[in-house]
Nanobody, 127 residues
Framework: QVQLVESGGGLVQAGGSLRLACAASGRTFSGYAMGWFRQVPGKEREFVTAISRGGSGTYYADSVKGRFTISRDNAKNTVSLQMNSLKPEDTAIYYC????????????????????WGQGTQVTVSS
């Protein structure tokens, strides 16, 4: 079992920055690939970014490429999401998720590839 707790959400003006953090507890953190998803009420949850177990592989949705950066610290059991140049369309609840799947790389953008989810943190970008 892995418990995930997100933090760092809030209200920011367009063009601003926020840094989200996800703290993991439970089983060995380095055994999990990690991802961030986001969801707007009434819409499906969408993939934002993901990072491999060791941190060498990072992947981004086209909508955030060049603006968002995912990173992880396996010694501290944390994964972070640095969000720059925020836009109103980035407004959503952001969730971190952990995957133990051996085939995670092939399906890293799919919700069903992730075993554990945090409770989410709200990010609101005003225009």
């Amino acid at each position: 079992q892995v418990q995930l707790v997100e933090s760092g959400g809030g209200l920011v003006q367009a063009g601003g920055s926020l840094r989200l953090a996800c703290a993991a507890s439970g089983r060995t953190f380095s055994g999990y690939a990690m991802g961030w998803f986001r969801q707007v009420p009434g819409k499906e949850r969408e993939f934002v970014t993901a990072i491999s177990r060791g941190g060498s592989g990072t992947y981004y949705a086209d909508s955030v490429k060049g603006r968002f950066t995912i990173s992880r610290d396996n010694a501290k059991n944390t994964v972070s999401l640095q969000m720059n140049s925020l836009k109103p369309e980035d407004t959503a609840i952001y969730y971190c998720a952990a995957s133990s799947l051996g085939s995670w790389f092939l399906r890293r953008t799919k919700e069903e590839s992730y075993d554990y989810w945090g409770q989410g943190t709200q990010v609101t970008v005003s225009s």
